[in-house]
């Protein structure tokens, strides 16, 4: 037990250098560094907001759409930025390895924490940049918003805890990314509601646990102007899957990783 | 205690070290003598937990620095002062106290404000030399470099781990004879994937030079 304790106070003081760390390798320390990590988030949901407007109307399914928008897009740059910076991301760290402390799973948890703090910035930015002026509404139910941002980033670790081995046992998965990504968009529940897709269509896209955790993030925020659908148990199953996965694959690539 | 048991580590299809067994003790000072590819370096990388074993495993019931050599343990594109807060942090010392000892024994001066990847070799040495050594471990592994350096740093380097710290543990890889003879107490023959270890250096030297 007190050796559990000091392992993970010890994990906790490694993950703690390590992001310090990165962020000084990442954004320097002169200029207005973290808060770039906000900008791309932002700039994507503001300008795709504006866009829709001209095309769609102010509001769809009763909805404005800016805020939809918005609280749609903010958490897809969280999960595509996060897998793309998993690619690689052991043979960028390989001379960490040289110190024992430091494990493989803690290298991937940093840079997904790293993207999930600058995203929920950005969000909590915009969010209220927006609702000065009228265009997002005050939360209906924080906690429920909160929860299900937390199940998406839980779905987003457990992903990348995959892509990461993954991308060091084969190259082709740094080409297919992208385009997975792409393609996983309308299971991504950015674009859409459950409630506006056919009973069918429904059952399938209840899979996905960003569909889940998007129904509650919207929930969350536009309260009965949403009729959510969702389920939490789906998520943290299809998640918990994943983490046993991407466990394992990780101490496998550790045991043939070849440190300079 | 350090020990190696049944390590057999093999590169895709390449096996580098066969059935690697030994231990070290505190205060043994443990010569590594081995021709160029023998596996000298994985052997040390193994010891220090840098990669792991195909098969076998290692015991550590000492603390045992990372490997110091020339590279390695660093990031590039930090500077020497980032590097060594890294450090102070994950093993959770004073960051000041370790601070004040890498300046003084680096003598890195101003480069200490620039990135390691501008250093030269031997200045990295240098800095994982100072580290280590303010970090305080029970056993050092050390990768073919203590002789780094000019005259003075040499002789800093050598009082501060082979007077100093007299009862700690060493393992140090080298091809050059000299300076095995003259600090190690024991030394380990690699050949042929398979570590031979000999409580008398002289005895092993003999056996290496004819191999």
Not at chain 2, 50 to 60: A, D, L, N
């Amino acid at each position: 037990m007190s050796r559990l304790r000091s392992g993970l106070e010890t994990q906790g003081k490694v993950i703690k250098a390590l992001m310090l760390r990165e962020l000084v390798t990442r954004f320097g320390r002169e200029n207005i560094g973290f808060l770039w990590m906000m900008a791309e988030p932002m700039l994507f949901a503001g300008l795709v907001g504006l866009l829709w407007t001209f095309i769609k109307g102010p509001e769809e399914h009763g909805i404005g759409i800016v805020a939809f928008v918005v609280s749609g897009y903010i958490p897809l740059t969280f999960l595509r930025n996060t897998f793309s910076r998993c690619v690689s991301v052991f043979i960028a760290n390989g001379s960490l390895m040289y110190h024992r402390q430091v494990k493989l799973i803690d290298l991937v948890f940093v840079r997904v924490l790293i993207e999930f703090i600058g995203t929920t910035m950005a969000w909590l930015f915009m969010g209220t940049l927006l609702s000065a002026v009228g265009l997002f509404p005050v939360p209906h139910d924080v906690g429920m918003a909160l929860l299900g941002w937390g199940i998406y980033f839980l779905f987003v670790v457990s992903v990348a805890f995959i892509i990461a081995p993954l991308s060091e046992m084969s190259e082709i998965i740094e080409k297919l990314l992208p385009v997975t990504v792409y393609l996983a968009i309308p299971f991504s529940g950015t674009f859409n509601l459950a409630s506006w897709l056919t009973p069918a269509a429904r059952d399938v896209a209840l899979w996905s646990p960003m569909v889940n955790a998007m129904e509650m993030i919207r929930y969350g925020i536009f309260g009965n102007a949403v009729r959510p659908y969702y389920s939490v148990t789906v998520p943290l199953i299809i998640s918990a899957i994943c983490l046993i996965v991407g466990l394992a694959l990780c101490s496998r690539v550790r045991k043939t990783m070849v440190v300079e | 205690m350090i020990a190696c048991e049944h390590i057999h580590k093999a590169y895709k299809k390449k096996t580098v070290l066969h059935d690697v067994n030994f231990s070290i003790h505190p205060g043994q000072r443990v010569g590594l003598l081995g021709r160029n590819g023998a596996g000298k370096s994985t052997l040390i990388k193994l010891v220090g937990g840098v990669e792991m074993p195909t098969s076998g495993r290692v015991v550590r019931q000492m603390s045992c620095s990372w490997p110091l050599g020339f590279g390695g343990g660093f990031q590039g594109s930090l500077t020497g002062y980032d590097n060594a807060r890294f450090i102070a942090r994950i093993y959770n010392r004073d960051y000041a106290d370790l601070r004040a000892f890498v300046e003084d024994f680096s003598e890195l001066g101003q480069q200490l404000r620039m990135p390691v990847k501008t250093y030269s070799s031997g200045m990295r040495a240098r800095l994982a030399f100072a580290l280590s050594l303010a970090i305080e471990f029970d056993c050092y592994l050390i990768d073919e470099v203590i002789m780094v350096g000019d005259q003075n740093f040499q002789r800093k380097s050598q009082a501060e781990f082979f007077e100093k710290r007299k009862e700690r543990a060493l393992l140090f890889a080298s091809h050059g004879p000299e300076f095995i003879r003259q600090f190690c107490n024991r030394a380990i023959i690699l050949h042929g994937g398979v570590a031979t270890m000999y409580d008398n250096v002289d005895e092993a030297l003999a056996v290496y030079d004819v191999l």
